[in-house]
């Protein structure tokens, strides 16, 4: 089945630093990929969407400046936290669609997340 | 874009089948029924999708009624590493982007 593998699955970092996410595709090419965050207790709260060889969608409320996203190939995209403080604490989790597929019928494949902790 | 309705939470005796269910009652006639779950601290798991007819998989199956309003998934020997929160989605139908709602927590107890 379809694999998505994202790293680190936990990373601690110092407010004012940087931290990357990254999320690839291992078994099938993918030209959208989705993020994703999650507050303790609480639902999956979509950020943008990635879009391989072109800039990133974002949703209404979420600061593209704050949230790089770079999807350079057809099995990566990353996730950059610029700037962090803690009150980006959170999981961020990316998922994947088969790019030979529809988006109607065929499922999203999600990763494993990563928890982020912002001292 | 279709939203979805769920029971916020359910029990579930082990051994037996969990049946969960999901109200879509602006689905459009193309757009599918996705179910996906939520282990702890894991990203979300694929389960099982339709259109119109029932599935099966390995892992559940899905009844959709013939109006295509609501559906239930079906998790027919509910095991305690069942116990997760299940999310039904319906994708928007120009993006593909899935927005989650609160989801259903199930709870299979001993």
């Known amino acids: 089945g379809a694999v998505v593998s994202q790293h680190p699955s936990w990373v601690i970092c110092k407010s004012g630093t940087s931290v990357k996410i990254e999320c690839r595709s291992l078994d099938f090419q993918a030209t959208t990929m989705f993020w994703y965050r999650q507050f303790p207790k609480q639902s999956l709260m979509l950020m943008a969407t990635s879009n391989e060889g072109s800039k990133a969608t974002y949703e209404q409320g979420v600061e593209k400046d704050k949230f790089l996203i770079n999807h350079a190939s057809l099995t990566l995209s990353t996730l950059t936290v610029t700037s962090a403080h803690p009150e980006d604490s959170s999981f961020y989790i990316c998922?994947?669609?088969?790019?030979?597929?529809?988006?109607?019928?065929?499922?999203?494949?999600f990763g494993n997340g990563t928890r982020l902790t912002v001292t | 874009d279709a939203k979805t309705t769920q029971p916020p939470s359910m029990d579930c005796a082990e051994g037996r089948a969990a049946n969960l269910p999901c109200n879509h009652s602006t689905i459009s006639g193309n757009e599918y029924v996705y179910w996906y779950r939520q282990i702890h601290s894991q990203g979300p798991q694929y389960i099982i999708h339709g259109l119109k007819n029932n599935e099966t998989n390995e892992m559940a199956s899905l009844i959709i009624t013939e109006d295509r309003k609501s559906s239930t998934l079906i998790l027919p020997h509910a095991t305690l590493r069942d116990t997760a929160v299940y999310y039904c989605i319906v994708p928007h139908s120009n993006t593909g982007k899935l927005i989650f709602g609160q989801g259903t927590t199930l709870q299979v107890k001993p």
């Open positions: 998922s994947a669609r088969d790019g030979r597929q529809t988006s109607y019928n065929s499922p999203l494949h």
